[in-house]
């Protein structure tokens, strides 16, 4: 079955073009060697003016060093040193992945099948590292056609098969090679997490217990489904009929007899028959209710009011006007007497006067009539755009 070009796969395509296309390179004017990016020009300070030179993609090389996008890569040997294509390189000793040597690569025999898929005279080669074929001779990648090998998920030989991921493969032993196979979506914006022999179901390199392999069907990327189960990344759920669900708000499923978040994990403490999003505006709604409860997402807000709970509305500044934005906020509600950030009370907040003020992406104002308060998710945020991780 030929399989639709994906949304991912557009975007690649897209992006190809945009780098052949855009500015980046090398820059020599005599005096100075610059790399030049996309965003910046950064001076190669290690380069020599006088015997520098462009030797394809974003290699180049003077008479005593190799340079990848205006850094020096190490222990190459610059005298046999040669781009090859794509983003491969090699010297007479060595195989370079970018500015990374592969390890165990055979620089005589090496070839470039796609960006991804390299081979040599012992192995097969998966984003530069090794995949390890047990046969080379009889080693396929699954694919719809050699243009989409970079796509693909899945390859096999007739003693193993393997998962591809972006440090390479992982591999699968004991396959049924005749019968192994990539489960395809029906809906071509799904990516194919599962894989299939007659025997046995995968989730990535991963047996999916008790699953049958004849009745199984992909439904989303990680969620699949036979004639005994609904499967989510591999695992059995509790989930009877993934035909009977409704979604609720983006995060939730029922059958109106069980609750599940979108992970299809059981939700217990929630009236699967009253839940609703308190949100029905947003794309994904975080706030939402039972009879008895009130949620953000699946975690109870335990003092919250059900009858008189409501998200937050923001506001933002708009002509020196404060004008109410469109949509609930994330992160507070409150109730007739109480205030929360998330599920969590904020102590002593005024329900009647407490406001979320948007100065700018990173910045807003929280406060009352009585105090100003710090904000987690700004720290949050603000901590991400540095690049650090923050616990929730």
């Known amino acids: 079955m030929k399989k639709s070009i994906t949304i991912l796969q557009l975007l690649f395509i897209v ?39 462009v030797i394809g993609w974003v290699y180049g090389k003077d008479a005593n060093h190799v340079f990848f996008a205006g850094r020096i890569v190490q222990d190459a040997d610059v005298a046999t040193f ?3 294509e794509r983003r491969y390189a090699k010297d007479a000793f060595h195989v370079f992945h970018c500015d990374s040597i592969m390890h165990g690569a055979d620089p005589k025999t090496f070839k470039v099948h796609a960006d991804l898929l390299t081979e040599d005279a012992n192995d097969f080669y998966w984003n530069g590292e090794p995949i390890h074929v047990a ?47 990539r489960i395809i979506p029906s809906n071509s914006l799904n990516e194919e ?48 009929d993934y035909n009977k669900l409704t979604k609720i708000g983006n995060h939730f499923y029922t059958d109106s007899e069980h609750l599940f978040t979108w992970e299809l994990k059981d939700v217990n403490d929630a009236d699967p028959r009253t839940f609703r999003a308190l949100d029905t ?4 709604p975080e706030w939402y209710a039972d009879k008895y409860h009130v949620f953000w997402l699946e975690h109870i807000v335990k003092e919250a009011d059900v ?15 404060k004008v109410q934005n469109q949509y609930p906020d994330d992160n507070y509600g409150k109730d007739a007497h109480h205030v929360f950030y998330r599920d969590s009370l904020i102590k ?12 700018d992406d990173t910045t807003w104002t929280v406060s009352d009539k009585y105090r100003s308060y710090e904000d987690p998710s700004m720290l949050e945020l603000r901590e991400a755009l540095r690049g650090i991780s923050v616990s929730q």
Not at 197 to 215: C, I, L, M, Q
Not at 281 to 284: E, H, K, R
């Open 15 to 53: 992006m190809t073009l945009f780098t052949a296309c855009n500015k980046s390179g090398y820059r020599n004017d005599g005096k100075l060697v610059t790399w030049q990016s996309e965003y910046d020009s950064i001076a190669v300070k290690d380069a020599d003016p006088k015997t520098f030179k």
């Open 82 to 84: 040669e781009y090859i």
């Open 135 to 181: 046969d080379k001779a009889t080693f396929v990648v699954l694919s719809d056609s050699p243009e989409f090998i970079d796509f693909a998920n899945w390859g096999k030989d007739k003693y193993n098969g393997y998962c591809f991921h972006y440090s390479g493969a992982t591999t699968i032993p004991n396959i049924d090679y005749e019968s192994f196979h």
């Open 193 to 240: 997490h599962y894989a299939a022999d007659k025997f046995r179901v995968y989730f990535h390199a991963d047996v999916v217990e008790g699953a049958d392999p004849e009745t199984f069907q992909l439904v989303t990327d990680d969620i699949g489904k036979d004639k005994h189960h609904v499967y989510y990344k591999g695992k059995t759920t509790n989930v009877q």
């Open 281 to 284: 505006i947003s794309m994904y």
């Open 307 to 321: 009858s008189t709970f409501q998200p937050l509305y923001s506001y933002s500044y708009k002509d020196e006007q």
């Open 348 to 359: 002593g907040a005024d329900p009647a006067t407490f406001e979320k003020v948007i100065i």
